[in-house]
């Protein structure tokens, strides 16, 4: 099945974050694709892939990229498709200056940023993105929200009795 | 028509912020919705708002907040919808305070923060978003962004023949 | 006998900070109650919480949650009781991100906020406030106060002990 | 009547932020005090304040302070009683100095710390603590809850009203 | 005379920062160029520059830019010549997230970074930069340096003076 | 041999960080005392170190908190001595909010700061201080500098005789 | 009569901040000299200042400057009098970049660091310095403490008659 | 070979940061000299150092420090040689107290600064500087660059091949 989500990081250092992006696309059966895209290393290639992406059938674009990150922002100038932004974070800083460059994009190209380290929500931002217009998928989402939920009470279960022993 | 967008704000002086996303919508003729609904004062409106926002037939909601910025994270907790979060700056901060209120959502619920004060970019997000599944919109999208390349290229323009006097 | 602190926490993962603030209850013979209650994962039963909290008798709510942390704003928008809050530091930022998503909150709606990962001084504020109209309470508190005292000029004695050896 | 609530601050500069304390005492008919209390410039006043205000009938104290804040956390080391503490924003640093100096208080001395600014929070939650054990009291702010609420759907009716003009 | 330093910039509007690089260049003779080149509203018109920058005959290439800044980070992935970034302050965050975004650069991509807003001395790092390879400019630069030192004795003077009535 | 300056410190934990400051006086043959006191633990214990360290002969005083750190700020209120503060860091924040609770004082009481855990420092600093009025001091103080001078002499030679192998 | 303070500063603009430690010393009779000594603009002179202080009789030298505030930690590294650094707030972030570059001293070089913009403060810290081995000057800031108590008495009072009216 | 670039830092435990500036430059065989040179414990040595550096053939110097980084500024003080400094990171603010320090330097007097700890991109941009004007070691750069392309297109390759397994 052709992707519908594009997932690519500027160094495959990113992977360790970014994998569980690609892990929560999995959960909801949402093809996507993988790469290793740098908007400083390898430009031609981000322009190609950003140009082509709305052609080529992906219909959001989740990104990740650390300290002066600029892939987020650059495949955004170049696509009319949503992109996600993941700041990854780096030796230093604890991922502010990710955050910062990942977020604070001027007016005319946004860029949907999600929490420092927080690939799993690019992949989940990105299924609603595509459950907006999918009732399938909608209902999947309600699903794992409801179970989210459950979950929660697992645990709430659980440390009452640890403590009531 | 049925709104596709829905835009809330915690106060209604993050109005003055706010209108940008607004704008945005209306110049793609996107339909929206525009309300005040407070994560702290209002608690059942913004449940209700949220719970029913997909059933309703919104596809994306644009919310703004400032400080202890709650209602994107509330709201992204209720709905399977995108979520965006626009991190209004109050008197002190500079809107750190609200932007780290908004992006750092736990995993599991996502939501797509912009930059502090950048609801025009909350409301070009909307755009893309639904864009991805409506390829008009897509067509409109990219001619946005040709055009924007045409106004820089204006100035350019402008700012040289300034200098060569 | 029935609690009169509530300890609530986003997830059980935090109660590796939270559990001091029990104990210091415990310590006073404060009665409480512990749970697991997600702003963003299980929002019915945190409105159940805590628009039910004064009604069952509890006096104080003890909320702890890191990143954008919701709970305590959200609790302390549906109840009269003071509510405490702990910001639990995560893995980035050093719990800069849960103090400032706690502590900033609009006015109207107040969170007593304590120091990152401060869980003992929130059971220690809340048996302030039951003191505060409970003279045995109060009593203890100041004895725990001269104790304090006593084991800094311990430790004074200690030090100069070793140092001069 | 008695006071219930002490009121202190720093310098009387500091009036006009907390000024809103005070105010939102005199609108639930608490009974109050108001002083201006040095922790560095009236050291003995300030012991004297501490170390007295319990017996003198108070039940919750209310500290305003500035840059390098002391009199928050002096005060909760020298009274068994709750204090509350608001950073005051001075010229420099928006109050991130006044903040960290308030909140981030030792393990045994726990300050209830508001936002930056936030003296009318500090005045609601001396009344929420009043009113933890005081049902009358507890009433009123309920009753000011449920007109929280209604101020904010007044304001959401005008924002559309405006809108659809 | 062909220009030695490009000088370009996101918008029309940090000119008024930007100008002072000019000025400076000026001040030393040192030919330039002037335009406004956007990573995000022209990329081609940034690639094209950048890539052709050295064979037109640039030696350095001066960038500002605000916010999300990548101008001088994706110029300084497209040429071989040194690029120099000028952080611009925006609105909001004074700037802080215009120099992580442009200082914070990955191994391979440097960019040569002068302080927040210091347009000045981008213009004159460049001329330092020509210098090294030209002992013209280099004599030029030292009687610069001789003059400032001579500026400062004359405002000591004044001062005392001043002091001295 | 009366002690000239006095250590103090506010929990006997920071004696790792200040034993730094007795090190640098022993080296100089400056006589000390070191104790602990605690501006939130032991008030009144640190009211009489302070009001009657002249008297007792002490000439300068070191003092070490971390976080709301208040017993330097305190310290220099009670004292017309020269108060020198050390910002201890603790387990968040890396020090920031000991350094801005010591160094942000108000007008009228100061105290002399040094670097995040520098007690090296601030016992040098007490030496500077003593050998102003101390001829024989000072001049143990310019030995010492140009001690320091000699050691990186001595690296610099061995750092290059590494690299040439 | 000699001067005993040295109070300089990088720039002549920064003497609006600085003119308040000269005001303080003046306050307590404490000869002083003031002059513009910048660490970039003219080294050599800062090098001849601070070299030769100790010798033409200075006691303790003030410093000021902002930004990479520099002159305070160079002028510590060539005198073994005590330096005083007042960090003077630029145009943007508030002065915490002249807090830093001055604080954060290295081992070996202490600054005896005060507020931003501090100046008043680092004028008092001298005369403590002085007042060490001066009885007469430490009665005088005895003196000067009681006073600030006594003016805050006075403007307790002045609030408490305002309230009551 | 004479050597064109001097890599400086303030202590020789900046040695393991700073040894990968030496590297780059020895992958582009240009000849450097290396040295601990320190603002404060050797200012002499330091005055030396840059005073004499053009005229010794260096073009470019590439200088390391930390914390109150003054290493970088006050070298670029005293030499019309461009002058690079790298952000060394300490033990505590991750490097930012350094980035300020360096980066944040007055009018006149620039320093071309680098990410925290990227004494790489440090030897990267003197190859560019010396780049500007030799064509050789542009053509060098170049094939750099296309080189870094190739390697994350290997390790895209990489990537997916280990996904698709």
């Known amino acids: 099945m052709a992707p519908s989500v594009g997932v690519i990081m500027g160094s495959d250092s990113d992977w360790s974050t970014m994998e ?3 892990l929560a696309l999995a959960e909801f059966d949402v093809p996507f694709e ?3 895209v740098s908007a400083h290393r390898t430009v031609q290639k981000m322009v190609d892939y950003a140009t ?3 052609d080529r ?3 959001v674009i989740i990104t990740g990229a650390g300290g002066a990150a600029h892939l ?3 495949v955004a100038a170049m696509t009319p498709l949503p992109v996600i932004g993941v700041p990854v974070p780096l030796k230093y ?3 502010m200056d990710s955050l910062l460059s990942i977020v604070q994009m001027p007016a005319g190209v946004p860029v949907a940023t999600v929490s420092i380290g927080g690939a799993r929500n690019a992949g989940l931002l990105a299924v ?3 459950a907006a217009s999918d009732p ?3 209902a999947k989402m309600r699903a794992f929200q409801a179970n989210l939920e459950q979950v929660v009470a697992e645990k709430d279960e659980a440390l009452r009795a640890k403590l009531l022993g």
């Open 20 to 22: 569980a992006a690609a």
């Open 34 to 36: 993988v790469g290793v």
């Open 52 to 54: 082509t992406a709305a």
């Open 57 to 59: 059938g992906l219909k």
């Open 72 to 74: 987020p922002g650059m």
């Open 93 to 95: 800083l604890d991922g």
């Open 128 to 130: 609603r993105i595509l």
């Open 136 to 138: 399938e998928l909608l």
